[in-house]
């Protein structure tokens, strides 16, 4: 309730991104290889990881209060739903990424392989993209408590961090297994045996009340079909590259993988919102199998980083220039601004 009544929602959940994004590229600053944290002491100023902390509170606070305020304002409009959404889809690799600055590579003694990291990601971005499309089927979307606890751990990992410093995680916390030995199989253990579960059985309830979205299971899975496909393009270049991409580029690669990602979960979250069907093929998978057998065949030799990097440098912008026009033409649409609670002047 301290919010002004002039802010607009959209400007509150754009402020949080911002912050998430800000602090994103401060830590890459530090540590674009994620190895400043191998070392003790580690090579991450203190005041980075408090600073972490606070930001990741401020924007998990503002993303929670978003919807309330725009019911307060009474200003909730599909424009503030997917700006939400598409927004969370893009924070949820950027939150992991900067995470794993804490706990840092394999560095022999200490730290969490590049693979094991490519793993991590993939897994909650799996666990976003089963929320929603559970909602494409049952038109509800159910959020389980895993996304608080992963902000509540994410904040207190960075307090730990600061306070403590990155030797906490050099050491092992019990029975020789270090703190992110732990949380690599609380986050398997609750996305197999609770997340996914829940969505499946979501799904089936709404089955027999009849109330599914989708008929066919055709149509119900079509939703999954670009982000497997996705999943199996980029794990062919992990397994396969000549270069071993993932190790040389770590963060350039996560990057690009959680770019991709969000543009497939924008798309479904817009079908959900207007009742259409998903494309069966998300137009970049055929430029990433162009690159990705240019790689593992040996044709870009020693240009496959380049390659990755005008790669990622492009699908950046393309998901940007499609988060700008989709925003546009939904404010055209609906009569209102992105950040204002003004009305368009219509001509």
Same mark, same amino acid.
């Given at each position: 309730?301290?919010?002004?009544?002039?802010?607009?929602?959209?400007?509150?959940?754009? !402020?949080?991104?911002?912050?998430?994004?800000?602090?994103?590229?401060?830590?890459?600053?530090?540590?674009?290889?994620?190895?400043?944290?191998?070392?003790?002491?580690?090579?991450?100023?203190?005041?980075?990881?408090?600073?972490?902390?606070?930001?990741?509170?401020?924007?998990?606070?503002?993303?929670?209060?978003?919807?309330?305020?725009?019911?307060?304002?009474?200003?909730?409009?599909?424009?503030?739903?997917?700006?939400?959404?598409?927004?969370?889809?893009?924070?949820?690799?950027?939150?992991?990424?900067?995470?794993?600055?804490?706990?840092?590579?394999?560095?022999?003694?200490?730290?969490?392989?590049?693979?094991?990291?490519?793993?991590?990601?993939?897994?909650?971005?799996?666990?976003? #993209?089963? !929320?929603?499309?559970?909602?494409?089927?049952?038109?509800?979307?159910?959020?389980?408590?895993?996304?608080?606890?992963?902000?509540?751990?994410?904040?207190?990992?960075?307090?730990?961090?600061?306070?403590?410093?990155?030797?906490?995680?050099?050491?092992?916390?019990?029975?020789?297994?270090?703190?992110?030995?732990?949380?690599?199989?609380?986050?398997?253990?609750?996305?197999?045996?609770?997340?996914?579960?829940?969505?499946?059985?979501?799904?089936?309830?709404?089955?027999?009340?009849?109330?599914?979205?989708?008929?066919?299971?055709?149509?119900?899975?079509?939703?999954?079909?670009?982000?497997?496909?996705?999943?199996?393009?980029?794990?062919?270049?992990?397994?396969?590259?000549?270069?071993?991409?993932?190790?040389?580029?770590?963060?350039?690669?996560?990057?690009?993988?959680?770019?991709?990602?969000?543009?497939?979960?924008?798309?479904?979250?817009?079908?959900? #919102?207007?009742?259409?069907?998903?494309?069966?093929?998300?137009?970049?998978?055929?430029?990433?199998?162009?690159?990705?057998?240019?790689?593992?065949?040996?044709?870009?030799?020693?240009?496959?980083?380049?390659?990755?990097?005008?790669?990622?440098?492009?699908?950046?912008?393309?998901?940007?220039?499609?988060?700008?026009?989709?925003?546009?033409?939904?404010?055209?649409?609906?009569?209102?601004?992105?950040?204002?609670?003004?009305?368009?002047?219509?001509?």
């Amino acid at each position: 309730q301290i919010v002004p009544l002039w802010i607009a929602p959209n400007l509150l959940t754009f !402020s949080g991104f911002v912050m998430i994004l800000f602090n994103y590229f401060l830590i890459s600053f530090y540590d674009w290889d994620y190895t400043a944290s191998g070392t003790s002491p580690g090579l991450v100023p203190t005041w980075v990881w408090l600073f972490s902390a606070f930001t990741t509170f401020c924007a998990y606070a503002l993303d929670s209060i978003d919807g309330k305020h725009a019911r307060r304002t009474q200003s909730s409009t599909p424009l503030g739903e997917l700006f939400d959404h598409g927004l969370d889809s893009w924070a949820t690799s950027i939150f992991v990424l900067s995470f794993f600055s804490v706990c840092s590579r394999d560095n022999g003694k200490t730290g969490v392989s590049v693979y094991t990291m490519y793993i991590y990601l993939s897994i909650v971005l799996f666990n976003f #993209m089963c !929320s929603h499309w559970e909602k494409y089927n049952t038109g509800v979307l159910f959020l389980p408590w895993g996304y608080d606890i992963s902000q509540v751990v994410l904040i207190a990992a960075y307090l730990l961090t600061g306070t403590v410093g990155v030797e906490v995680w050099q050491k092992p916390l019990l029975f020789g297994y270090y703190i992110t030995d732990v949380l690599v199989i609380l986050l398997i253990g609750f996305s197999l045996f609770l997340s996914f579960p829940q969505t499946l059985y979501n799904i089936y309830r709404a089955h027999l009340k009849k109330t599914l979205k989708n008929d066919s299971l055709y149509e119900g899975l079509l939703p999954l079909v670009s982000p497997l496909l996705l999943f199996i393009l980029l794990t062919v270049w992990v397994v396969l590259s000549p270069s071993n991409i993932l190790a040389k580029q770590p963060r350039l690669f996560l990057w690009m993988v959680g770019v991709a990602f969000s543009n497939v979960i924008c798309k479904v979250i817009i079908c959900q #919102m207007s009742s259409t069907r998903p494309e069966l093929l998300h137009w970049f998978l055929f430029p990433l199998a162009l690159v990705v057998y240019a790689a593992i065949s040996g044709l870009l030799g020693c240009m496959e980083e380049a390659a990755l990097g005008v790669f990622t440098a492009l699908l950046t912008a393309a998901h940007v220039h499609y988060g700008v026009c989709v925003g546009r033409q939904l404010s055209e649409h609906l009569n209102i601004y992105i950040f204002s609670l003004k009305k368009r002047v219509q001509e």
